[in-house]
């Protein structure tokens, strides 16, 4: 057996350390695979939400009609949200579509890697197919809403 260099183990070990970090590069720019809502198979592209922004592929990831609250029971500006949000959602019979979902919760945490979502912070709003991330101030829940209630009445009647 031949004998190996101090040198040469130092090189063996930089290349697969590199070898390694290139892998875990491949593997976390592939696209996850979500199942829509008919059940077959679609690849969708993780959806990163560090801001403000319209998700795509909305029906897909079983976002549309939806409002979610995206909260942590760590986070102190999550439960204000929560206090404010809730009775604007029952003033306007939206109990059905609102969903808060805990980021430490096992079964929450599931619903948002079958949506295909990855998230930096909380809390986000998701209502109409678009992110809100942080708190806002109370006109603007009443606004995202007021709109949100007039699209799903109009697709239902």
Do not use: W
């Not at 609102?98 to 945490?109: E, R």
Request: overall charge positive; proline content about 3%; hydrophobic content about 35%.
């Amino acid at each position: 057996m031949k004998n190996i260099s101090p040198n040469q183990t130092k090189l063996l070990s930089h290349r697969l350390l590199i070898s390694l970090c290139l892998l875990s590069l491949v593997f976390a720019c592939t696209k996850l695979e979500a199942k829509s809502n008919d059940g077959s198979s679609q690849n969708l592209p993780i959806e990163l939400i560090q801001a403000d922004k319209e998700i795509s592929n909305c029906k897909e990831r079983n976002l549309d009609n939806k409002i979610l609250l995206i909260t942590s029971r760590y986070c102190p500006h999550c439960k204000e949200v929560i206090k404010t949000l809730t009775p604007l959602i029952t003033k306007r019979h939206l109990e059905n579509s609102f969903q808060v979902l805990d980021v430490i919760n096992k079964d929450d945490l599931e619903i948002l890697n079958k949506s295909v979502i990855s998230l930096t912070q909380v809390p986000i709003l998701i209502i109409n197919c678009a992110a809100y991330v942080g708190e806002k101030k109370i006109s603007k829940y009443e606004e995202l809403l007021d709109k949100f209630s007039r699209k799903t009445k109009k697709e239902y009647v």
